[in-house]
């Protein structure tokens, strides 16, 4: 099973299992990861799953789609390697992917 | 009063409310016993794709879980499920539970939620006939939804509507009927209803408009809907979707203020300093437009949930956002900020034909609400704006020569 670690915004590191094709937003509330709020669960509708990839994943994780990228458009803080971990789903190509969550999703 | 350091917190219901206030008590430090009441036998989990993915087969049971078992237990949160609560006795503080036990509290949460409106007519108890508000509903009928079945369905909602975009993906024949004489008739204004009845009919979907239906005619099994004019439609499945009521017998029992809902405060609290109320079943001050109503949605449930154990906590009263929803259907995501009741007001930005638009609802010259048809930024700069209280005029919010980040931005 792919394993992703959430780093969240003081810098605490939290590496969970996902299932394989499991979104990471899932496996981080099933894991209560602080820092993902994901109040729509997971259709992509309320963007507070905001995460910054790790650069050296961006390509394996690769850009965002169209709907997902307006949404990010109005999320706080937002970088180039903003994405919404609802719309990431896991694979064996992204086993050890890292990941940082904003200090507030609101 | 201060429940912070109280021993016992009883949550009666299983949905979206009670699993929010579970994790924010704990997130808030409450380190006394919780314990939750369901009637059903899942653990808690998300109601919103019972009418979209889950119908449709796309999901998992365990993917529409909050939370895994081991979570529940790891928090020390007491799982009483598949069991009703019958009794709230507020003078010796407990909830009595069927086969006459009884679960003490000091503080209780009522996340009771609402059940389907019944539709009162003749045929309403055949086999074939559905409600679809519980998993329980979608197991019994997602396998009769086969390709060619003939279904129809009774109200044009949110419910009716996604249901029929699912329905119509798995190649059913679909005919929905509906009182008014136009779909989303209560929730929404004539240019978003016209848009989702062409997108319906586009489809492939019959919609009867202006039709009630007077009889369900069969011999223990569906054959067919019968409308007040006579008309007789062949279904093998009909979908009742008429709108939710609250369920607050028990408090009311109890003696807890009600009126459609159990009336809060803005902390969740009832008229009982130990009780609270979230979700479905709670009639709450709507702060954005100064007056008291319900809610039926997953972020009012999110909200109230944190709202009830930041006030059991003493803890500083979480953000209350404008409200907001949203529903699936086909390709089209429409996201709603807002109430748009009492507007005077209607601008739509872009344009229905190229399935991606928005309607603006204004009340004095006040941004109140939106219907936004796959426009992500025109939802998500209104829930701002809303909650702001901004002014816009009609022109600015017309004007797709500006993006919905710079009319935001001027309007701060």
């Known amino acids: 099973m792919p394993k992703v670690v959430f780093i969240d915004h003081e810098g605490e590191e939290r590496p969970i299992e996902v299932s394989d094709g499991e979104s990471i937003m899932e496996a981080a509330l099933k894991n209560s990861v602080p820092g993902i709020d994901a109040d729509c669960g997971g259709a992509c509708a309320c963007a507070t799953c905001h995460v910054y990839v790790d650069e050296a994943f961006m390509d394996k994780v690769g850009a965002p789609e169209e709907m997902e990228q307006s949404m990010l458009d109005f999320a706080e803080n937002v970088q180039p390697n903003s994405r919404l971990s609802c719309q990431i789903f896991a694979s064996e190509e992204l086993d050890g992917l890292k990941v940082t969550t904003p200090e507030s999703q609101h | ?412």
């Open chain 2, 1 to 412: 009063m201060d429940l912070s350091t109280s021993e016992n917190t009883v949550i009666i219901g299983g949905g979206q409310a009670a699993a929010q206030a579970c994790a924010a008590l704990r997130q808030f430090g409450y380190e006394g016993k919780i314990t939750l009441i369901g009637e059903e036998a899942a653990l808690p989990y998300q109601r919103p794709p019972l009418s979209k993915a889950y119908m449709k087969g796309e999901l998992a049971e365990e993917r529409l879980y909050f939370k895994p078992e081991a979570w529940y237990e790891n928090n020390n949160i007491d799982l009483v499920l598949s069991m009703r609560a019958q009794k709230i006795d507020r003078a010796r503080r407990v909830v009595e539970i069927e086969h006459g036990g009884e679960i003490a509290y000091d503080a209780l949460i009522m996340a009771t939620g609402s059940r389907p409106r019944v539709l009162p007519i003749e045929g309403a108890d055949l086999d074939g006939v559905f409600d679809l508000r519980n998993l329980a509903d979608v197991e019994r009928i997602r396998p009769r939804m086969m390709g060619g079945q003939r279904m129809v369905i009774v109200g044009a909602g949110y419910i009716g509507l996604e249901a029929a975009a699912v329905a119509r993906q798995l190649d059913l024949e679909v005919t929905v009927l509906e009182m008014a004489d136009r779909v989303l008739a209560r929730v929404t204004s004539p240019v978003m209803s016209e848009f989702y009845d062409r997108e319906h009919r586009a489809k492939g979907v019959e919609i009867r408009l202006n039709s009630q239906i007077s009889t369900i005619k069969g011999d223990g099994k569906v054959e067919a809907a019968v409308l007040a004019d006579g008309t007789e439609l062949p279904a093998d499945i009909v979908l009742i979707g008429i709108g939710i009521v609250p369920n607050d017998d028990l408090a009311a029992g109890a003696g807890i203020a009600c009126k459609d809902g159990i009336l809060t405060d803005r902390d969740a609290r009832t008229n009982d300093p130990r009780v609270f109320a979230a979700g479905d079943c709670a009639v709450r001050p709507l702060v954005h437009y100064g007056r008291t109503g319900r809610l039926e949605s997953v972020h009012n449930a999110i909200e109230q949930g944190k709202l009830a154990a930041a006030s059991i906590m003493g803890k500083p009263r979480p953000n209350e956002d404008c409200p907001w929803f949203w529903s699936d259907q086909y390709d089209l995501k429409l996201q709603i900020a807002g109430l748009s009741t009492g507007h005077d007001e209607i601008v739509v930005r872009g344009d229905p034909a190229e399935r991606k638009f928005a309607a603006f609802y204004l009340k004095g010259g006040r941004l109140i609400a939106v219907d936004a048809v796959n426009s992500p930024p025109e939802f998500l700069a209104s829930k701002r704006l809303i909650t702001a209280g901004a002014s816009l005029a009609a022109e600015t919010l017309r004007d797709t020569s500006k993006s919905m980040k710079e009319i935001a931005a001027a309007a701060a």
